[in-house]
């Protein structure tokens, strides 16, 4: 070969090498260090409309030390304010309700638990300390599980509740069961604003230690129904609203490629016999997924979640 000939492949060959392993798009992940962002970085929050918030907070680091935000919402009103899930712990609540005295003198009325997962409600009892009449609504699957909590749900939606405060309305939506089972979500009909909870983890690897696998994929697909602007996830960054209504797409399509991964590894006769034993999961190919967020912690879940189902042995 020619020695310019050589130089050009040399270039062909590295420009090849350079590129994103899926597609035209790099790896994805709801990482903060993949955003350079630190723990102290937190919380963070973004006004999605007038009077409407995304508020981010922290996860508990996963045991490799991965970090992603836990979302909440804050809707205030002429009439009060209502807040979609709370964070994890006291201290993180207690700095979401300085937020909220920050930004307005109404008090919190309704804390709709959207996912009833300790991440979500261990810290609701800074509500109650704050806002002593606060009134904690849940699905009723959701309530029955929240039965020993100290602040449990005391009103609960099987379907569908208008709430009117001022002139805002905030639909409370039971879509389906998705990640937890008792899974609600938040809709603003004029800011069309949809809080999704633990339905819509973005880029995040689909976590599944109390979830119903297929019906989430269907309860997905009925938020993608609704006539939303603002599509907002339960964990991972609050990016702009077509950044999200795109990836919740792309969440989808993640569920649905666990599920038929896991039910391959499951036909193929490998063993997954609990999350802590299940060998499966050094056979499983997640492709463009294996990146994402908690990913080697949730695959075995996520596994073991979809041989119960195949076996008709989720409760």
Not at 82 to 103: N, R, S
Not at 168 to 176: R, V
Request: net charge neutral; proline share 7%; charged share 20%.
């Amino acid at each position: 070969m020619k020695p310019w000939h050589c130089f050009v492949a040399t270039l062909i060959c590295a420009s090849s090498l350079s590129l994103p392993a899926f597609g035209a798009e790099a790896a994805r992940s709801a990482d903060i260090s993949k955003r350079n962002l630190k723990p102290s970085d937190f919380p963070q929050k973004q006004e999605l409309a007038p009077g409407v918030y995304a508020y981010e907070g922290l996860h508990a680091p996963d045991a490799d030390g991965t970090y992603i935000s836990t979302v909440s919402l804050i809707v205030i009103t002429t009439d009060g304010v209502t807040v979609v899930d709370g964070q994890g712990d006291v201290p993180q609540a207690q700095q979401m309700v300085d937020t909220i005295k920050k930004l307005t003198s109404q008090p919190v009325k309704y804390v709709v638990i959207a996912s009833e997962h300790g991440d979500h409600v261990g810290g609701n009892a800074a509500f109650k300390a704050a806002y002593p009449n606060v009134v904690f609504i849940s699905s009723p699957v959701s309530q029955r599980n929240l039965a020993n909590n100290p602040n449990p749900p005391t009103q609960t939606v099987a379907d569908k509740r208008t709430i009117r405060m001022g002139k805002t309305d905030i639909q409370i939506l039971n879509l389906g069961r998705a990640h937890t089972g008792g899974d609600l979500a938040v809709y603003l009909p004029k800011s069309k604003v949809l809080f999704l909870s633990e339905i819509y983890l973005h880029d995040v690897f689909p976590a599944m230690r109390s979830a119903y696998p297929t019906e989430w994929v269907a309860t997905i697909k009925k938020a993608q129904a609704i006539d939303a602007k603002w599509y907002v996830p339960g964990h991972g960054f609050v990016d702009d609203a077509a950044t999200l209504k795109s990836h919740l797409g792309d969440a989808l399509k993640a569920t649905a490629y666990v599920i038929d991964e896991a039910k391959r590894l499951h036909a193929a006769g490998e063993a997954c016999e609990s999350p802590k034993n299940c060998p499966a999961a050094q056979k499983a190919n997640w492709g463009p997924y294996s990146d994402w967020a908690l990913r080697s912690s949730q695959a075995p879940i996520a596994i073991w979640k979809v041989y119960q189902e195949v076996e008709g042995k989720l409760p």
